[in-house]
């Protein structure tokens, strides 16, 4: 025990002197280092535009046809691009080059990475540089996050959009088209249950979500229709809220809710009433115990 703590006492004062060693001052860059540095970051920082700018002139000059038939089938093999990443990048350059033309204001403030510029593909060009300018004044005058300027482009968008015509009770068709919160449930039907500004509440048999229009398509039933829709809704929202669901249970409601018809067929309504009367929801429904 004594050796182990002179040991130890001997490699701390070891690392003692070591930490005592002195530091050598670090030199400042000189102005061409200086220089030198700048270029290498707007080289880091505009790398995206120039994959995207060098992709236009690929497809442009069809520079792939000695190997390849189609642009994309050059992409996948040779970067390993899906077809939708490859044109990211040449939306980007494209708006990357009409920002550095119009944005006098932040003409040194431009986008570093092809995400903070994917939101204003949605603009045209006018309005793509209000949007960087808004961002960047909302960033404090520094580089704005995606986040803040897809925020932005929203609001843009929201001030041209019409106003909404859907109306409370209404039956819609969801449209899952960017919207990862509807993974997996596109063409489900859901009724509308209240209407905003730019937006709607929405609830399908076993969730609620809020939606822009864009994301609804109303299958425009009569009133009556809309009701017997509500209705079923609630048989389905019941069997859901009773948590012990097996698999074949929610095969069959995953498959009601995307009926494309406002009833039920014959065979349809007997499949949910076993189900009611497996898991104890059929005394409202169907006034059997």
């Known amino acids: 025990m004594a050796r182990s703590k002179k040991q130890w006492r001997k490699r701390r004062k070891s690392s003692s002197k070591t930490s005592e060693l002195a530091v050598l001052p670090i030199a400042p860059l000189t102005t061409e280092e200086e220089g030198d540095r700048l270029h290498l970051e707007r080289k880091v920082e505009r790398a995206f535009y120039e994959a995207g700018m060098a992709l236009m002139q ?21 970067f390993d691009y899906v077809r939708r990443r490859s044109y990211q990048l040449i939306d980007a350059a494209k708006i990357y080059n009409n920002l550095s033309e ?20 949605q603009l045209n060009a006018e309005e793509q540089v209000l949007a960087w300018e808004t961002a960047v004044e909302e960033a404090g005058g520094k580089v704005p996050t995606g986040k803040i300027v897809k925020d932005v482009v929203q609001r843009i968008k929201d001030k041209k959009r019409p106003p909404i015509t859907l109306r409370v009770g209404e039956v819609c068709f969801l449209i899952a088209k960017d919207n990862p919160e509807l993974r997996g449930k596109s063409g489900c039907w859901c009724i509308v249950s209240e209407v905003y500004k730019f937006s709607c509440s929405v609830a399908t048999w ?23 829709m509500e209705n079923l809704g609630v ?55």
């Open 206 to 228: 076993d969730n609620e979500y809020i939606l822009r229009p864009e994301h609804l398509q109303s299958l425009e039933y009569s009133q009556d229709e809309c009701k017997q």
């Open 102 to 121: 119009k944005c006098v204001q932040f003409v040194h403030i431009l986008p570093t990475r092809e995400g903070q510029v994917r939101p204003m593909s």
């Open 58 to 78: 690929l497809r442009d000059r069809r520079l792939y046809r000695s190997t390849h038939a189609t642009f994309e089938d050059y992409c996948r093999d040779r």
């Open 235 to 289: 048989r389905m929202s019941e069997l859901h809220q009773t948590g012990n669901l097996d698999e074949a249970a929610l095969w069959i409601l995953n498959g009601l809710a995307k009926l494309k018809t406002p009833y039920l067929t014959i065979l349809e309504e007997k499949l949910l009433v076993l189900l009611e009367l497996e898991y104890g929801t059929a005394l409202d429904n169907t006034g059997s115990d």
